[in-house]
């Protein structure tokens, strides 16, 4: 019973490390090194696409046009120092800084790709504060006494007016 378990093992070890021989297949490095899709997204929004980026003629800067308040209707602030930019990478190419992490978009920065040859294409990413023009002007005259008034105000996107009121 000894020799028959002996056997089986020892047969079963002898071809677990002939069938391990096997080479694998070479992987040849590629030569991209190119983004194809980059975006950004506060901290609390998970991989929501909320800012989309805008390149330069010569494709070696990346502009984020964020608003300055997001939701566009809210009075929340966005902080350009949490926003995490999120793209696409070739498949064997490297990125510093990596995308998926918070970053700060007040002063510009560079990022790099290197390819899987080690080519290297710089990207210097810009990030800057925009204010939303969609609200239009509002003008209400009417008179008072025979004197002709206005009060001004603005159109928000929901066609809501609002009018300020203030006394001198």
Known sequence: MRNILSTIILTTCAGAMFSGCAKPDAVTPKNANELSDIYGTKVSQG????????????????YFDIPYFYPVDSDQETDLKQIILRGTVPTDAHLKPSLGTVMDLTTPFDMVITSGTGIQKKYVVVGKKVGDNTLRKAVLTFTVDGAAQQLEGVIQPNNDVIFTWYRV
């Open 47 to 62: 991989r929501e696409r909320l800012f989309e980026a805008r390149y330069s003629a010569a494709k070696d800067t990346i």
